[in-house]
């Protein structure tokens, strides 16, 4: 006599959301799906939806999780997680900076437009010179607060799924042996030996190539991109990790 096997019993939403949390990298992904026919469930819960999850941290699938609901019912986050603004990861500044702005770009997924706000914000953190003339030099970056670098490098990382951001544009550069000449094809940034022209010819989307974003001007050489992956805000976080 066959034996049936028994009905395998379905996880709950809030089973799956703390998979999610806790996965691989690998499992995350292949559960973006299963996320994604389970909408509905997740706006059940709700003001709770969020309990598991921290808005400190620079972990990518919260992030996911409120594109998502975002996409599906746009009043949700205001209604039930008591973000007006939209903004429900912590993003603190050195200098008073309102990151709300490019939170509300990024849970959208409008990228040119949070990579508008991020060379513009970074002009002003470097100073008043670089706000005059228009474009950050490598000389400058040492004196841009290290706080609102990795509020700008968390907030790309959250709601890319890990794909955008400077931390992982100097990881492909580190796993290059620093050659920025392989980096700048890696990331879309070049073509066939000629320099991809922006806007038109970047990808602003999630399917845009991993560390595609944000721009630096490499026009202005490697120096400004080097001063900025080497700032001593994310040496120190590397350091930390």
């Known amino acids: 006599m066959i034996q049936e096997k028994p009905l395998q019993k379905k996880e709950s ?6 998979s999610f949390r806790m996965a691989s990298e690998r499992k995350r992904l292949g559960l973006l799906t299963v996320l994604e026919e389970r909408v509905d469930e997740l706006l059940e819960l709700g003001s709770s939806l969020m309990s598991g999850f921290d808005s400190e941290s620079s972990d990518w699938p919260p992030g996911f999780v409120l594109q998502l609901i975002h996409k599906n019912d746009n009043n949700f986050i205001k209604n039930n997680l008591d ?3 939209l903004s429900w990861f912590n993003s603190p500044s050195e200098v008073g900076f309102d990151y709300s702005p490019l939170q509300r770009h990024l849970l959208n997924e ?7 706000f991020t060379s513009s914000k970074l002009r002003e953190l470097a100073g ?6 228009g474009y950050v030099y490598f000389s400058e970056v040492e004196s841009i607060p290290g706080l609102d670098l990795l509020t700008l490098n968390k907030l ?12 992982v544009q100097a990881k492909i550069l580190e796993s290059l042996g620093g050659r920025y000449d392989k980096l700048w094809p890696r990331i879309g940034w ?5 320099w991809t022209r922006y806007p038109k010819a970047f990808n602003w989307s999630i399917e ?20 900025l992956l080497n700032h001593e ?9």
């Open 83 to 85: 973000c007006d603004d």
């Open 208 to 227: 845009a190539p991993t560390g595609h974003m944000p721009l630096v001007n490499q026009l202005r050489g490697v120096r400004l991109m080097d001063s």
């Open 128 to 133: 008043e010179k670089a706000v005059k003339r």
């Open 110 to 116: 409008s990228y040119e437009d949070a990579d508008r």
């Open 156 to 167: 790309w990382l959250v709601y890319s799924r890990g794909k955008f951001g400077f931390t």
């Open 190 to 194: 070049k073509q066939d030996g000629i």
């Open 233 to 241: 805000a994310f040496m120190v976080k590397s350091d930390s990790n």
């Open 13 to 18: 939403i809030k089973e799956v959301l703390d």
